[in-house]
C-alpha cells in the first residue's frame, strides 16, 4: 500500500486543512465525487490484506485490554466485512448528490424568485468507538454529500483507522480531491476529542457514535451543535393476535443475527393473553441460540428457565446474548413501559390486529416503529441510503437512519431585478 507522507501538523492546523478542504467540496460536481468514491471502493478492496493485519492488532490489544464481545465484534473486519464496505460506497456513488436540491420556491408578488436549496454543512465532526466500519461510511457519505470528515474513531481502532484513513487519502488525492477531506485526530488521544467538542468555528456539527455514556459526554461538553445518536434500548411488543411463526422469526432475528449492534432487541414484551401461547417456543428458539433470558415473575412461571429480571435490566443495552422479558396486561401497558425505559431508537409490534397497529404506530414515540418487522431493518444501507452516519434519536433536523440529506442544511437564494423594500 503506497503511504500518504503526513508532515507532524497541530491540531488547529488540521481543523484549518479541513476547513479549506470542504470549500473545494462544496462546489464539486457530482461525476468528480462519484469517482472519488469509486476510488475508495477499490482501494479498500485492493489493501484488504494491510487493513485486516491492523485490525488483527487492534483486536489483539482489546482482548489483552478486556475489550467486551460486543465491542470485539464490532470492531472486527474481514474480507467479507471490507467487501461489504466497499459494495456500500459503490452504492453511494449510484444516488443522487443532494447538494443543489430545491426543497422548496416561490414567486413573491413584488417578482422576487425565492428558492431553498440544500448545501453541505461544511466539516462533520465524528467521534465514535472501536467501530472501524464507521471510518469508510463517513467517509463516503460526507465526500458525496460536500462534506469534508475530521474522525475521533478511538484508541480500541486506532491501527486499523490509521490504515483506512491513508487509503482514502490516497483514493481522494488519485482522483483529484484534496486528501484532506478526510483527517483523523486519532493521535491527539482523548484531549483531541475534547479539543473537537470546543472546535466551534472550525467543525460545522458534531456527531457521536457508541456507548450512552460517550454520547452523554459529548452532548453535554460540545459547544459545537450534535447531532445525538443513541443507544438502542430496543423494543417488540407481541400482542394478543400475533402469528406464532412471526413471533418465533422475528424476535429471533432481532436478538440472534448481530446482538452487538444498537439495532437488536433488548426487551420483549408479550401480551398476557398470547404469553401461554408464544413464549415457550419463542423463548425456547432463543434459548437454543444460547440467549440467557432475564424473566419478570409472569415470564418465570411460563419459561422457568430464565433468570428474575431486575429494574436495571429494562434500562440495559445489552450488546449480548442477553434479553429482558416481561409479560403486560395489554397494549396500554406495553406503551407506557415502552414510553419509561426506551431510548427512542426502534420499537416494533407483531401483530394481527388493525386498530392495535395503528394505535402503537401513532403513539410510540420512537424514531422508527415498525409492524411485523426485525428490529435489524433500522439501517442506513437497508433502508437504501447505502451507508449511514448513524440512527439520529433525537427530534432535531435529522431522525432515525442518516443518509445523505441528513448531512446537508439549507440555503436560501433570492434572485431579484432592482426591487427595494418599502
Not at 184 to 206: C, H, N, P, S, W
Not at 251 to 258: D, P
Request: glycine letters at 8%.
Amino acid at each position: 500500500m503506497p503511504e500518504t507522507a503526513v508532515a507532524t501538523r497541530s491540531f488547529t492546523d488540521k481543523l484549518t486543512a479541513a476547513r479549506d478542504a470542504s470549500v473545494i467540496l462544496a462546489t464539486a460536481n457530482a461525476g468528480l465525487k462519484n469517482r472519488g468514491l469509486e476510488a475508495i471502493a477499490s482501494a479498500v478492496v485492493d489493501n484488504s490484506e494491510s487493513i485486516i493485519e491492523a485490525n488483527d492488532l487492534d483486536l489483539a490489544n482489546g482482548r489483552d485490554n478486556g475489550l467486551s464481545a460486543g465491542l470485539q465484534d464490532r470492531l472486527r473486519l474481514d474480507e467479507k466485512r471490507l467487501s461489504g464496505l466497499a459494495e456500500a460506497v459503490r452504492l453511494v456513488a449510484t444516488l443522487v448528490d443532494p447538494v443543489g436540491e430545491s426543497v422548496r420556491g416561490k414567486t413573491l408578488p413584488n417578482g422576487l424568485l425565492l428558492s431553498q436549496v440544500r448545501v453541505p454543512f461544511g466539516v462533520v465532526g465524528v467521534i465514535y468507538e472501536a467501530r472501524p466500519n464507521v471510518t469508510v461510511d463517513i467517509a463516503s457519505l460526507a465526500l458525496k454529500s460536500g462534506n469534508a470528515a475530521v474522525l475521533r474513531g478511538g484508541s480500541a481502532a486506532e491501527n486499523t483507522n490509521r490504515v483506512l484513513v491513508q487509503i482514502i487519502q490516497n483514493a481522494l488525492a488519485s482522483v483529484g480531491l484534496p486528501a484532506d477531506a478526510v483527517q483523523t485526530i486519532d493521535e491527539f488521544g482523548r484531549e483531541g476529542a475534547k479539543q473537537l467538542m470546543q472546535a466551534r468555528g472550525y467543525v460545522d456539527v458534531l456527531i457521536p457514535r457508541g456507548s450512552a455514556e460517550l454520547i452523554n459526554t459529548v452532548v453535554l461538553e460540545s459547544k459545537v451543535p450534535v447531532i445525538e445518536t443513541g443507544a438502542g434500548v430496543v423494543h417488540v411488543f407481541l400482542d394478543e393476535s400475533a402469528d406464532r411463526q412471526w413471533a418465533i422469526d422475528i424476535v429471533q432475528n432481532s436478538k440472534v443475527q448481530r446482538p452487538s449492534v444498537c439495532n437488536a432487541l433488548e426487551t420483549l414484551l408479550v401480551h398476557e393473553a398470547a404469553a401461554a401461547r408464544l413464549l415457550p417456543s419463542v423463548l425456547a428458539d432463543l434459548r437454543a441460540s444460547g440467549v440467557t433470558v432475564h424473566g419478570d415473575e409472569r415470564t418465570l412461571a411460563i419459561f422457568p428457565d430464565a433468570v428474575p429480571a431486575t429494574e436495571e435490566d429494562w434500562t440495559t443495552e445489552y450488546m449480548s446474548l442477553d434479553l429482558s422479558v416481561r409479560v403486560v396486561d395489554d397494549l396500554d401497558q406495553a406503551i407506557d413501559h415502552i414510553r419509561r425505559y426506551s431510548t427512542q431508537h426502534t420499537e416494533s409490534i407483531v401483530t394481527n390486529d388493525l386498530a392495535n397497529t395503528e394505535r402503537f404506530l401513532a403513539e410510540v414515540d420512537s424514531a422508527v416503529v415498525m409492524v411485523n418487522a426485525s428490529t435489524r431493518f433500522t439501517d442506513g444501507g437497508e433502508f437504501g441510503f447505502g451507508a449511514e452516519v448513524g440512527i439520529s434519536t433525537q427530534k432535531l433536523h435529522a431522525r432515525g437512519p442518516m443518509g445523505l440529506s441528513e448531512l446537508t442544511s439549507t440555503k436560501w437564494i433570492v434572485r431579484g431585478s432592482g426591487q427595494v423594500r418599502a
